[in-house]
């Protein structure tokens, strides 16, 4: 157990949050391993069980900062296109085309759209989070409209027969969610990755074969 040594004034909550970070065994493998965030083990699991990311894929990562997920997607889908989106800047990772701005803003929608040049994406991944008030049903609400969102960039660039990966939070409305993308997708299921703290709420909602019901966006 690593404990912290320095005599810099800290909260409690901020010592707490340091020395889980210091003894955390993926952070200390994502630093080994040369990955940018601890979630890039998630990815890596999520793959592992649904075989989602292939060689020529377009993919896109919305909330891809620092980058951590975009590392694992350039590994995989050689010879492809991958494109980042966040908030906030990201370094350089690989050949990825990276977008600044918030996902839900059709500005952003429309500059990856001309990116893409009339091709449409394969797979869409949501690591996006809104930043936690701490109380559960008002962070579980915000992530269900972050998921609503994300579901309707996929009705704009997602190809029939395409997949989504998307965060939500366990406390109450991912059922909702469950339902709503049911409805788009053949296959839906939530899956929580052994590399992801068990004591977050956080869990991934995969949803397999987009249905053939959204109208191109590129014509
Ligand atoms: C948990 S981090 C993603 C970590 C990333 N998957 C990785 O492996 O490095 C969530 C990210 O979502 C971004 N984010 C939140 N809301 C967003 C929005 N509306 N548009 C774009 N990015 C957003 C945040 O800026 C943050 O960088």
């Not at 980042?84 to 690989?94: H, I, K, N, R």
């Not at 990966?165 to 929580?192: C, D, M, P, W, Y």
Request: aromatic share 6%; with cysteine.
């Amino acid at each position: 157990m690593i404990s912290l040594k320095s005599k810099k004034k800290r909260s409690n909550s901020s010592r707490a949050w340091l020395t889980r970070q210091l003894n955390d065994p993926y952070v200390i493998k994502a630093k080994e391993d040369g990955y940018r965030s601890r979630s890039a083990y998630k990815l890596k699991e999520i793959d592992k069980k649904f075989k989602l990311l292939k060689p020529g894929q377009v993919v896109v990562d919305l909330g891809c900062a620092p980058g951590g997920w975009l590392q694992v997607v350039t590994e995989r889908v050689i010879g492809g296109a991958v494109f980042g989106v966040d908030l906030q800047e990201v370094a350089p990772v690989g050949d990825v085309a990276f977008l600044q701005g918030d996902f839900t803003d059709q500005r952003v929608v429309d500059s990856l759209l001309e990116q893409l040049n009339g091709r449409l994406v394969d797979v869409v991944l949501s690591d996006v989070a809104a930043a936690a008030c701490g109380i559960p049903a008002v962070d579980s609400l915000r992530i269900t409209v972050l998921v609503q969102h994300v579901a309707e960039f996929c009705d704009q660039v997602l190809r029939p027969g395409g997949s989504l990966v998307a965060k939500v939070l366990r406390g109450g409305t991912e059922k909702e969610i469950l339902v709503g993308l049911k409805r788009k997708f053949s296959k839906v299921v939530h899956f929580k990755p052994e590399s992801s703290r068990s004591d977050s709420a956080e869990m991934f909602v995969i949803a397999l074969g987009r249905k053939n019901t959204q109208t191109d966006p590129h014509k």
